[in-house]
């Protein structure tokens, strides 16, 4: 059984953002989208991700891949308004 609930470790992964520990936070992010791929929580893990990508690594390269992602893995999830949103900004 997971020790951790997924929304440890989004708070986790949001706490290491708050330090500015980008690396981490995706990281964080990452097991939670590997260990609870059905969670709620894993389509905003996932779209986190993008926005740590875009607006603090400034790799819009890998901004965009996340928010495909969301896309694809949670179509019907609002964090997917929020990506397509800024697939088509960019």
């Not at 990508?53 to 965009?64: G, Q």
């Amino acid at each position: 059984s997971e020790k951790y609930s997924p929304q440890l470790i989004l708070y986790v992964g949001a706490y290491y953002e708050y330090l500015q520990k980008h690396k981490e936070a995706i990281g964080a992010f990452d097991r939670l989208i590997r260990q609870y791929p059905n969670s709620q929580y894993a389509s905003m893990a996932q779209c986190a991700k993008g926005i740590i990508y875009e607006e603090k690594i400034k790799d819009v390269k890998k901004a965009n891949e996340a928010y495909q992602e969301v896309l694809k893995k949670y179509p019907n999830s609002l964090e997917a308004i929020w990506a397509e949103e800024r697939l088509k900004g960019s």
